[in-house]
Nanobody, 114 residues
Framework: VQLQASGGGLVQAGGSLTLSCIASGRIFLLNVMAWYRQAPGKQRELVAS???????AYLGSLKDRFRISRDNVKKMAYLHMTSLKPEDTAIYYCNLRQASDEYWGQGTLVTVSS
């Protein structure tokens, strides 16, 4: 399984950005896709996850500004981020869990300027 994340970049505070992740390889029907992020000097944290059926979960403080979605046909997950803040600056990683395995994408850098 390979994950390719894209969509990161430089955005001003208050702006929006959508990240995309495409999965390839042997993808099982039941899987969970997620986005994590790691800011400089901080631990990686779960931002949001979405199950195959569309159930979602968010890091509590982000629920009002971020939205995760997926397209099972295209094997893609998205993270739509709004009202971005400088503290959202991080490398964002796509993640997929199926059965007992876990896979990571290469990360995409999001930089929010004040």
């Amino acid at each position: 399984v390979q994950l390719q994340a894209s969509g990161g970049g430089l955005v001003q505070a208050g702006g929006s950005l959508t990240l995309s992740c495409i999965a390839s390889g042997r993808i099982f029907l039941l899987n969970v896709m997620a986005w994590y992020r790691q800011a400089p000097g901080k631990q990686r944290e779960l931002v949001a996850s979405v199950g195959y059926g569309g159930s979602t979960a968010y890091l509590g403080s982000l629920k009002d500004r971020f939205r995760i979605s997926r397209d099972n046909v295209k094997k893609m997950a998205y993270l739509h981020m709004t009202s971005l803040k400088p503290e959202d600056t991080a490398i964002y990683y796509c993640n997929l869990r199926q059965a007992s395995d876990e896979y990571w994408g290469q990360g995409t850098l999001v930089t929010v300027s004040s």
